[in-house]
């Protein structure tokens, strides 16, 4: 075999794979200890933004009985390299096999990450289904945004963690010590795992089917639960959040402490799935956002904070924490920033409390730029709310605005592109009556996705020949001030593929990834006719299941999945966006 050195010396960027990055745990196994891979199926880039990864790795490291490492998706080079060299995929801190951990836990994000689960299981020398697995290999684990719907991955997955996996993972851990001691065989290891809460282990439960129509999931037995509910972090101030944070050795996507100041979204707008998932509202004070900060700027050096929530501006008194982490770090050249901002009348204060920080661009979503259709997305905002803070921000030097609108909403009229267009036009104009000039508007455009949970999960995505022609009326639009970028239509239609999905997905993921299909996410990579001529050969047709509508009384794949919402106000929701 060859040396990793030599390996290394190979591959375009090194520094994805070798580890011992400041703050990086590497613990010497005991007897008795548990052995976990935190795995992230993208780049290191990618993955070591992801906050999650972020609080998961370091509350396991914190534990004495367990040691927590991390491997993220190789690209190709490195893949090439691995395969040659006859090695397995590794942890970063002690290159291990990741076939010799105890487990392997999947961060699932994003739905076109799922072909590089298999690619990586497959790299790590790990039976591809979960039922084929024997006992001596890991258990494999995942939790995310994605586990709302974990029935295109069931196939794949042993054990799901659905909701907060800070209040999780640590039962979850302590079950499985248990269990391991006093099972022999991996099927009753898992069923005692099954009667975790929030907890779903897919071995044990069977979907029914008529046709192509789902109708239903039903436990195989009495011993799992017929629902699964999430679970909840509910003294948020508290919750675990660590201030000694990895700081990597190359360049990534969010290079900078992310502390989030709020979990859950006031709003409710129906499209949103982050909102859906993550109810009730959750805050920490302000006190404690400004500890982190300190804690987390003393064991990092991170000249970079972003303020994170689902709609930073409705987090109350942002503006004076802001004002006040601007005096905590004067002089230390720190930046603040928020993300995507609801238009808000709570936004005037921010740009004299951010002013003295470095300036990035400002987003705003107002997803759409008609009022009716802005109302029936349960998103009721005033389009001069969004003109007042623009001439605010340009007032305090800010250049660039970005804009989310979402294109393909049931309903949604003809107008909306030549309506977009008069807005961008109107807020770069703006700011010829602050300094002169006109300021850059990069317009983000997104088909709709029907996500589960939400009152619009019924709906069916618009046909493609609709999008293709919304897409060619606004690219047209592109200059220099105005930019327009539309989000690929193939993705999107394999997205609400994916997030709307039954198991027969599942099939259709692993004849992909056999075809070749991996890093779907990255445009250079993506190759949607593996995709159309998977879904074939599994009998379904791409563009139909993506587009396919249900109705309130239907079956829906993710129906044994609960968030906490009553059903009856979703069904409530959805025909008030109707009316």
Avoid at 276 to 282: E, F, G, Q, S
Avoid at 393 to 400: D, N
Avoid at 412 to 418: A, F, L, S
Wanted: hydrophobic letters at 35%; glycine letters at 8%.
């Amino acid at each position: 075999m060859k040396e990793l050195r030599e390996i290394l010396d190979k591959v375009q960027k090194p520094g994805r794979y070798i580890g011992g990055e400041t703050n990086s745990v590497c613990k010497k196994m005991r007897p008795g200890m548990v052995s976990v891979a935190l795995a992230y199926p993208d780049t290191y880039e990618i993955g070591m933004s992801y906050l999650g990864l972020r609080i998961l790795y370091h509350l396991l490291n914190e534990r004495d009985d367990v040691a927590c490492e991390r491997v993220f998706a190789p690209l190709d080079d490195m893949e090439k390299e691995l395969i040659s060299a006859g090695r397995c995929l590794f942890s970063l801190e002690s290159k291990t096999d990741i076939n010799k951990f105890d487990i392997l836990g999947f961060s699932l994000s994003y739905e076109l990450t799922y072909t590089n689960v298999l690619n990586m299981l497959s790299l790590g020398g790990i039976t591809i289904a979960s039922r084929h697995r024997r006992r001596e290999e890991p258990l494999i684990i995942a939790g995310g945004a994605c586990c709302y719907n974990p029935e295109p991955m069931s196939e794949f997955i042993d054990v799901f963690l659905i909701g907060d996996a800070e209040e999780s993972l640590p039962k979850f851990i302590e079950e499985y010590k248990k269990a391991k001691q006093q099972y022999s065989e991996r099927r009753d290891i898992l069923k005692s795992l099954a009667r975790l809460e929030g907890t779903y282990v897919p071995l044990f439960y069977e979907a029914d089917y008529s046709g192509k129509n789902f109708l239903g999931l039903n436990p195989i037995n009495n011993d799992v639960p017929k629902r699964i509910e999430k679970t909840l972090v509910r003294d948020f101030e508290n919750a675990y959040y660590p201030v000694k944070q990895i700081v990597p050795l190359v360049k990534i996507v969010q290079d900078r402490a992310i502390v989030e100041i709020m979990r859950g979204c006031p709003n409710g707008c129906r499209f949103c799935q982050a909102s859906a998932i993550n109810r009730p509202v959750r805050i920490r004070t302000p006190e404690r956002i400004r500890e982190i900060c300190r804690k987390t700027y003393a064991h990092t050096g991170y000249e970079g904070f972003t303020l994170l929530s689902l709609s930073s501006v409705n987090y109350p008194c942002l503006a004076d924490v802001i004002h006040e982490l601007r005096d905590d770090f004067r002089g230390k050249g720190v930046g603040i920033s928020v993300p995507s901002l609801r238009v808000d009348k709570a936004f005037y204060d921010l740009p004299d409390a951010l002013s003295s920080f470095r300036k990035s661009g400002l987003t705003f979503a107002p997803e759409s730029a008609i009022a009716s259709v802005r109302k029936s997305l349960g998103k009721d905002i005033n389009l001069e709310v969004l003109s007042q803070s623009a001439i605010l921000a340009f007032k305090h030097g800010w250049r660039k605005i970005k804009l989310y609108f979402m294109m393909g909403l049931p309903g949604q009229p003809p107008e909306e592109t030549r309506e977009i267009i008069a807005l961008a036009r109107e807020l770069s104009g703006l700011k010829k009556k602050v300094s002169g000039g006109t300021a850059e508007i990069n317009i983000s455009i997104n088909p709709f996705i029907p996500k589960a949970h939400t009152p619009m999960q019924w709906f069916g995505m618009e046909r493609k020949e609709k999008l293709v022609r919304m897409k060619g009326e606004l690219t047209s639009f592109s200059s220099k001030k105005v930019r327009v970028k539309f989000h690929d239509l193939e993705q999107s239609f394999l997205e609400g593929c994916m997030a709307r999905g039954d198991r027969r997905m599942g099939g259709i993921i692993y004849t992909a990834w056999k075809k070749g299909a991996k890093m779907d996410s990255w445009k250079e990579f993506f190759n949607f006719g593996i995709w159309k001529e998977s879904f074939a050969e599994n009998g379904l047709d791409i563009y139909d299941h993506a587009c396919r509508t249900y109705t309130p009384g239907d079956a829906l794949p993710w129906d044994h999945i609960k968030t906490g919402a009553d059903p009856q106000s979703l069904r409530a929701e959805f025909e008030a966006y109707q009316k």
